[in-house]
């Protein structure tokens, strides 16, 4: 028994019209930038903070039930349970945002440096001063489309 797609009995150029007749748009360079950005500050941020010797203890769970020292608890909050995974998907939710030709509002932006900057604020300088970049990236991006809407 053959079996025929719905598009078969369609004419070529009406099916080439279909295809062509809301054409993709251009990415958006700034976003998918910052995008970028992010998921860098994530790689690096694991890449700094994986290699330590606690990975078998946490697993273990004593972190549930026991005492543990308090370099422990540091870890744990700086990779598995700190801000790499939010971040990272966050950073494809942008991504895809921006390879469609979409931005996000500019106060992601806004919000990722008041974060950035309240963090700064208590830790003093450290990596949390890379997030300056895909802030102002956001920023400028979702202050641009919304400059193109309102002309």
């Given at each position: 028994m053959?079996?025929?797609s719905a598009t078969e009995n369609i004419p070529l150029r009406v099916r080439v019209t279909a295809a062509t007749a809301h054409p993709a748009r251009?990415?958006?360079r700034l976003t998918v930038a910052a995008a970028v950005t992010l998921l860098?500050?994530?790689v690096l941020h694991t890449a700094v903070f994986v290699a330590h010797g606690w990975w078998d203890s946490w697993l273990?769970?004593?972190l549930r039930s026991e005492q543990m020292p308090i370099d422990a608890f540091v870890h744990f909050w700086a990779l598995p349970g700190g801000f790499v995974?939010?971040?990272?998907?966050l950073a494809l939710l942008i991504l895809e945002a921006g390879r469609r030709?979409?931005?996000?509002?500019?106060?992601v932006g806004f919000a990722l440096a008041a974060w950035a900057v309240v963090c700064v604020w208590i830790?003093?300088?450290?990596?949390?001063?890379l997030f300056a970049v895909p802030a102002l990236l956001l920023i400028m991006a979702g202050s641009r489309a919304r400059r193109r809407q309102s002309v």
């Amino acid at each position: 028994m053959e079996q025929h797609s719905a598009t078969e009995n369609i004419p070529l150029r009406v099916r080439v019209t279909a295809a062509t007749a809301h054409p993709a748009r251009r990415a958006d360079r700034l976003t998918v930038a910052a995008a970028v950005t992010l998921l860098l500050i994530s790689v690096l941020h694991t890449a700094v903070f994986v290699a330590h010797g606690w990975w078998d203890s946490w697993l273990a769970g004593p972190l549930r039930s026991e005492q543990m020292p308090i370099d422990a608890f540091v870890h744990f909050w700086a990779l598995p349970g700190g801000f790499v995974v939010p971040i990272a998907l966050l950073a494809l939710l942008i991504l895809e945002a921006g390879r469609r030709g979409a931005t996000v509002p500019a106060y992601v932006g806004f919000a990722l440096a008041a974060w950035a900057v309240v963090c700064v604020w208590i830790v003093g300088p450290s990596g949390f001063l890379l997030f300056a970049v895909p802030a102002l990236l956001l920023i400028m991006a979702g202050s641009r489309a919304r400059r193109r809407q309102s002309v």
